[in-house]
């Protein structure tokens, strides 16, 4: 795999899966034959980025590849609000509610080809074969999720510094998986660190729950290609004073995206 130009779809401001056929055997193996073609594609990232060779374009491509692996077993996606990070200047922080392992998937395919980007993720991780060396050529910073404190300061001191060499960050202030959006689990994170580094925070809202929680392995569940993929981008706040309004406003944000969406019952109430 080279560095190469990607076809992307994500131009304007919004995007959706286009109609088209799913294959016999992809309708009724959805899971199975989405799987084998995630770990050839993972297979062959994690070893161009074990050997050195694995570029922000290439991750950005590798993304969208799976969103196309979705599409072909049935998902389909609507993505909007792109122009809204389009528009800033200089790196920022994406906070995202958390349901599924499809978001860690895709995301980059929606931000790397406009903003240098990675993730804040659960050290975990980075003992998947293959799939830890492209978080690590990613300079993913990775908590361990057992001290609260320790993982702040963490954040707070790494993830100021890749924002200075102009590095945005993707920020799940959830820490975990849950299939029902709560505020009160919602911490400030992404707001405190944006404080600090003086950049702006963007709210992300997302449905992801066609990636289900495995039994076994609770990052690769069963796909449900009939339930929509969903994903909203709002417009960057900057912060002020303590934060406290706009982390209100990034809760806001995720409560009303799902409830225009009619996923009510993804809403704690």
């Avoid at 286009?18 to 992809?26: C, D, L, Q, S, T």
């Avoid at 995301?107 to 293959?130: C, E, H, N, S, W």
């Avoid at 400030?188 to 449905?207: E, G, T, W």
Wanted: charged share 25%.
């Amino acid at each position: 795999m080279t560095e190469r130009d990607v076809p992307f779809p994500f131009e304007g401001a919004e995007m959706r899966s286009p109609a088209r056929e799913v294959p016999v055997f992809a309708r009724s193996f959805p899971s199975f034959s989405l799987y084998w073609r995630m770990l050839i594609l993972y297979i062959r990232a994690g070893i161009n980025a074990k050997n050195g060779h694995y570029t922000g374009e290439m991750w950005a491509s590798d993304s969208y590849t799976a969103i196309r692996h979705l599409e072909h077993v049935g998902c389909r996606f609507s993505i909007e609000g792109m122009e809204h990070f389009k528009r800033v200047e200089g790196p920022c922080i994406f906070a995202a509610n958390h349901m599924s392992t499809l978001e860690t998937v895709c995301l980059p395919a929606m931000i790397q080809p406009f903003k240098d980007a990675t993730f804040v993720i659960k050290r975990g991780l980075l003992g998947y074969p293959f799939f830890k060396h492209i978080l690590l050529a990613r300079e993913a910073i990775a908590v361990a999720r057992q001290n609260p404190r320790e993982d702040l300061k963490q954040v707070l001191d790494e993830g100021e510094k890749l924002l200075e060499r102009g590095r945005s960050i993707i920020v799940f202030p959830q820490s975990t998986r849950y299939p029902v959006f709560d505020p009160a689990q919602f911490n400030s994170i992404a707001v405190k660190l944006a404080r600090r580094a003086n950049v702006p925070v963007v709210p992300v809202a997302l449905y992801t729950a066609a990636w289900s929680e495995g039994r076994l392995i609770s990052d690769f569940g069963a796909i449900h290609p009939e339930i929509p993929v969903l994903f909203r981008f709002g417009k960057p706040l900057f912060v002020a004073g303590t934060g406290k309004e706009e982390q209100a406003q990034l809760q806001q944000f995720i409560m009303d995206a799902l409830a225009d969406w009619g996923k009510t019952d993804a809403i704690k109430a």
